[in-house]
């Protein structure tokens, strides 16, 4: 059974920035496609990023020029840079990648 495992959440200020990681206890990153998701506080789970087979990228529109996916096949994690946050950046953040859900990591974003 695969497990993933997201790392580098946190608080930080406006402006500031965090490094998410998502490990996988098996080589599928390299197999499939993978993406972060998020969910604030009553709102539902959005897309912020993803990373084709590839390698090709996309990104919601409030994330885009601020926030970067990549992948490192070799230790089998993907990351996500997230730059200047804000504070509706806040949330719980995702990592999926096929049926594959992490268990989530807080982000807050706050003064």
């Known amino acids: 059974q695969v497990q993933l495992v997201e790392s580098g959440g946190g608080l930080v200020q406006p402006g500031g920035s965090l490094r998410l990681s998502c490990a996988a206890s098996?080589?599928?990153?390299?197999?499939?496609?993978a993406a972060w998701f998020r969910q604030a506080p009553g709102k539902e789970r959005e897309l912020v990023a993803a990373i084709a087979r590839g390698g090709a990228t996309n990104y919601a529109d409030s994330v885009k020029d601020r926030f970067t996916i990549s992948r490192n096949n070799a230790k089998d994690t993907i990351y996500l840079q997230m730059n200047n946050l804000k504070p509706e950046d806040t949330a719980d953040y995702y990592c999926n990648c096929a049926s594959w859900w992490g268990q989530g990591t807080q982000v807050t974003v706050s003064s």
């Open positions: 098996g080589s599928i990153f390299s197999k499939y496609a």
